[in-house]
Structures are given as structure tokens and as C-alpha cells.
């Protein structure tokens, strides 16, 4: 497989975040392992290619002068917590909820549902 290639492979596998650009007729791609990599474009597909593009050349780069890079966080420990303050009769139906849909906790059903919603307006 050539580097490019690989590349490419590798471009898409980082966690992107997509936000409306500031003029609002746009979009702006970002990375969180390369936060200071872009893309944009006129649609959140559009700018998605571009970032991923961008991933795939600093990659090669890297690759061909044999340099270290970022690597994607998937299958990386969670280190970071996020806190939120609640009631005790909010808490208490939060976790009545995420049992009854087969959560082991309620960090976890948050987790991932605010990742599945993401995941949904970025696509």
C-alpha cells in the first residue's frame, strides 16, 4: 500500500468536529487530535473532504520523512470527566431511565446519546 494511500486511510479515521463558519454560509471542519487542522466549505460533506484532504497530506508528510504525528483517539482510555449538577429527583429518573434502556450507568446512556446526536447532525 502506498503512503498516500495509507494516508488517506488514516485521514479518516480522526475525530471531527463541524461548525458553521462565521460569516453563517459556510462550514468550518476541524480535528481534535490537530486542532490547529482545517477544512472548509460550502457544506458540512464539502468541508469534511477538505480537513480530510489537509489530514492526508500532513500524514504523508509525516510518513515520508519518517516524523511522528498525531494518531486517532479510537480506541483510546478515557481520561477526561464532564460534570453537570442535577436534582435528586432528576437524578433518580435518569437512572431509572438508562437501566430500563440497558445502561450500566447514567454517564454512560449520556455519553451516548449526546455522541449519537452529534454523530447525526454531522453526517
Known amino acids: 500500500m502506498s503512503k498516500m ?15 458553521v463558519d462565521e460569516d453563517g454560509d459556510g462550514f468550518v471542519a476541524s480535528c481534535l487530535e490537530w486542532p490547529l487542522m482545517i477544512g472548509g466549505g460550502d457544506s458540512q460533506a464539502s468541508a469534511i473532504a477538505e480537513l480530510e484532504q489537509n489530514l492526508a497530506a500532513a500524514i504523508d508528510y509525516c510518513l515520508q520523512e519518517s516524523k511522528p504525528f498525531p494518531q ?7 481520561t477526561t470527566q464532564v460534570n453537570f ?3 435528586l429527583i432528576e437524578k433518580a429518573k435518569m437512572e431509572k431511565f438508562a437501566k430500563s434502556r440497558g445502561y ?5 446512556m449520556i455519553r451516548d446519546t449526546v455522541l449519537e446526536k452529534i454523530k447525526s447532525r454531522t453526517a
Open 85 to 87: 449538577r442535577t436534582t
Open 5 to 19: 494511500k495509507k494516508a488517506y486511510e488514516l485521514a479518516k479515521k480522526y475525530n471531527v468536529i463541524v461548525s
Open 72 to 78: 486517532p483517539q479510537i480506541a483510546t482510555k478515557r
Open 104 to 108: 450500566s450507568s447514567i454517564g454512560e
